[in-house]
């Protein structure tokens, strides 16, 4: 395998590199960060039991937009983990930077508040179930700024605003992005 080649122009490099920090870059050909979250990009997505449409189809995602967290790399596979734990793989192609996330409320089935700004004495702009699905513009550490849509089943709006960050699954605690 052409990996000591690998590690050793690695490690050859300015900066040196320790062989944990080179070892970890040759397993990520992405160069990004591991874990890190994204979503889906298009629909239907095959997650499959391995990296290769060879492997066995897992589950199907029928819905873009969907947060996920790429926990690993192969190639050009990406081995992603949904909300609720369960892994599988799934083609580079098929996931989008775009950050989108779930309420996700400290009280089980409790609803959380969407304020106007980045504080608790900020207005409230709408109550927010366990579960909705949020797209995220940007964290602060705390804060996250995120839209929404929601409705009564006739009427849908959406809603934009500020959510504590620990109240969302789709981003690390005190995670800044923008």
């Known amino acids: 395998m052409a990996l000591v080649p690998i590690l050793a122009a690695l490690l050859a490099l ?3 590199l320790t062989p944990v920090q080179a070892w970890a ?3 990520n050909p992405s160069g990004l960060p591991l874990p890190r979250f994204a979503s889906t990009r298009s629909t239907p997505i095959n997650v499959r039991v391995g990296p290769g449409t060879k492997y066995d189809i897992a589950w199907i995602y029928r819905q873009s937009g969907i947060p996920v967290e790429i926990v690993q790399e192969f190639d050009t596979w990406r081995k992603i983990r949904d909300q609720d734990g369960d892994e599988g793989w799934v083609h580079q192609n ?4 775009n950050r989108a996330g779930y309420v996700a409320p400290v009280v089980a089935n409790g609803e959380i508040a969407l304020r106007s700004g980045m504080n608790d ?3 409230v702009r709408a109550r927010l179930g366990a579960g909705l699905r949020v797209q995220i513009k940007e964290c602060d550490g705390t804060w996250c700024e995120v839209s929404a849509a929601g409705g009564d089943g006739q009427r849908t709006a959406t809603y934009s605003g500020f959510l504590h960050q620990e109240e969302i699954w789709g981003v690390y605690p005190d995670e800044v992005f923008n």
């Open 14 to 16: 300015p900066g040196s």
């Open 25 to 27: 870059q040759a397993d």
């Open 94 to 97: 098929l996931l989008s930077g």
């Open 121 to 123: 004495d900020s207005g």
